[in-house]
């Protein structure tokens, strides 16, 4: 696959390998802090734009809910 037709989830993925394989123990602590934090471009990579749109419109009405109660 030419690197023009690649998606930009396969390039992400691609590319965290090639890192990875250069230099896999300094990404440990990267990989704890991950795990611990959650890693806001791999929910938004991994969703479509319906995903996110779903996930906006929860978000929004929970805080309204929240801001009645």
Known sequence: ???NK???EGRRERLRGEELKRNSTG???DSFNRAE???LAD???G???KGIGI???VIIIS???ASLL
Request: hydrophobic share 55%.
């Open 6 to 8: 690649e998606t930009p």
């Open 27 to 29: 990404n440990m602590n």
């Open 37 to 39: 934090m959650g890693n």
């Open 47 to 49: 969703l479509g734009w």
């Open 43 to 45: 929910l938004v990579g």
């Open 55 to 57: 996930l906006l419109l």
């Open 1 to 3: 696959m030419s690197e």
């Open 63 to 65: 805080f309204i809910v």
